[in-house]
C-alpha cells in the first residue's frame, strides 16, 4: 500500500548521499572555509555500505518507492559505484535510477554506470566561463573537462540533464550562454533559485534571482517562452519551450516553493533519513541495519517516520522567525 506523509504525500523518491566528500569547494553548497582540511568528514566504519543502502531501497519499494537519485557530497568519488546501482537494479527492473554529479569524473565511469543500469545523469554546471566556474568551485577544473564528461555519456546513449544554481550578481551572466551551450548538444538546463540550504553559504534573499527574472533575460535573447506542462507533480523543475522548441526548465524553491507534491526522502552517507532539504534533524537507521534488522522492521520504522511528516519549509521561510540550523546540503545530497 502506498505510504503518505500528514499532507497525503507519498515516499515516491529517495535521494542517497553515498559519501560527504567532494573534488569541488562550490561556495554556495561546501565553502573552503568551511570544508577545510580540519573539516571533520565522516570516517569510513561511519558510511553505510552499499548492502545497508540497498536494504533501505528494498523495505521501501513495497511502500510505493519508484525513484533512487544517487547523490553526495561527489558520488563519483566512492569506489565502485557501478556495484550498488546494480544492486539496486536486482532490487526492481522499473526503478528508476539517476546520478548527480559534477561530472568531473564521468568520462572515465560513463560506461560502467550504464552497464550497471543507470538511467539517466543530472551534472551540476553554474558556468560556461573559465575564471567564474573556477571560482564559484573554487577548483582548477574547466567547463571543457565537465562538457567532456556529457558527451561520453550522450555519445554512449545516458540522458544528461544539467542543473545550474544562478546567484544575483555572481554568475546571472551565464544563464544566456549555458543555455546556448546546451542547445548545441540537445540537452535541457534546469536554472535554480540560491537557497537558505544549510549554515555555511551566507544565502540572503537579495542574492536570488527569481525564475520570473530568469525567464526575463532568456525572453530578451531568445524569445517569448511557453511553459509545457510537467510530466508528473512531484517533478521539481518546471518546464518551458524556447522559440526554437528546445526545453528550458526552472526550480523556484523560494519564489514558487513546490512542497505541496514533495515527495523526498533523503538518506545520508551515514545512515539517517531526513525527510526535508531544510531538516534539522534525521533519524538514524544505522544501529538497527547494523542489529541485522530485516526489511520489514526498517519499513516499520519509516512508515512511522513519513505518516508523521508534515515539512513544508519553503512554504513557510518567510514567516519562519526563530534561527534554524539545517543540516548541510552536502551532508544529504540535495
Ligand atoms: S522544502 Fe522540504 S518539503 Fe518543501 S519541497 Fe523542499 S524538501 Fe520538500
Known amino acids: 500500500m502506498q505510504l503518505q506523509d500528514s499532507l497525503g504525500r507519498p515516499l515516491r523518491d529517495l535521494r542517497i548521499s553515498i559519501t560527504d566528500r567532494c573534488n569541488f569547494r562550490c561556495t554556495y553548497c561546501m565553502p573552503r572555509e568551511n570544508f577545510g582540511p580540519e573539516h571533520d568528514f565522516l570516517a569510513k566504519e561511519e558510511i553505510l555500505s552499499y548492502e545497508e543502502m540497498a536494504s533501505v531501497v528494498a523495505s521501501l519499494l513495497p511502500l510505493g518507492l519508484a525513484k533512487v537519485r544517487i547523490t553526495g557530497g561527489e558520488p563519483l568519488l566512492r569506489r565502485d559505484l557501478p556495484v550498488l546501482i546494480a544492486m539496486l537494479r536486482d532490487l526492481d527492473s522499473e526503478l528508476d535510477i539517476a546520478l548527480t554529479t559534477n561530472a568531473v569524473l564521468l568520462e572515465r565511469h560513463a560506461e560502467a554506470l550504464l552497464k550497471s543500469g543507470l538511467n539517466r545523469i543530472t551534472v551540476s554546471l553554474d558556468a560556461v566561463e573559465t575564471d567564474l566556474f573556477q571560482a564559484i568551485t573554487d577548483s582548477k577544473n574547466t567547463p571543457e573537462e565537465i562538457f567532456k564528461g556529457i558527451e561520453k555519456a550522450q555519445q554512449i546513449g545516458l540522458p544528461v540533464k544539467v542543473n545550474c544554481v544562478i546567484k544575483k550578481g ?165
Not at 280 to 291: M, T, W
Open 170 to 334: 555572481v554568475n546571472d551572466s551565464q544563464i544566456v550562454p549555458l543555455t546556448q551551450a546546451c542547445i548545441e548538444r540537445n540537452i535541457t538546463v534546469r536554472f535554480i533559485e540560491f537557497m537558505d540550504v544549510g549554515t555555511t553559504n551566507n544565502w540572503n534573499l537579495d542574492s536570488v534571482m527569481s525564475g520570473d527574472e530568469m525567464r526575463g533575460v532568456l525572453r530578451d535573447h531568445f524569445g517569448p517562452l511557453e511553459p509545457k506542462k510537467s510530466a508528473h507533480p512531484s517533478d521539481v523543475a518546471r518546464l518551458w519551450h524556447l522559440p526554437d522548441g528546445s526545453k528550458v526548465g526552472f526550480i523556484e524553491s523560494v519564489s514558487k516553493p513546490f512542497c505541496g507534491d514533495c515527495s523526498r526522502a533523503r538518506l545520508s552517507a551515514h545512515g539517517s533519513i531526513y525527510t526535508c532539504l531544510f531538516s534539522e534533524k534525521g533519524f538514524d537507521l544505522r544501529g538497527v541495519l547494523r542489529f541485522g534488522a530485516e526489511k520489514e522492521e526498517i519499513a516499520t520504522i519509516i512508515r512511522e517516520i513519513w505518516t508523521h511528516r508534515e515539512n513544508r519549509y519553503s512554504e513557510l521561510r518567510t514567516q519562519l522567525k526563530e534561527k534554524r540550523q539545517p543540516v548541510e546540503m552536502s551532508f544529504i545530497g540535495g
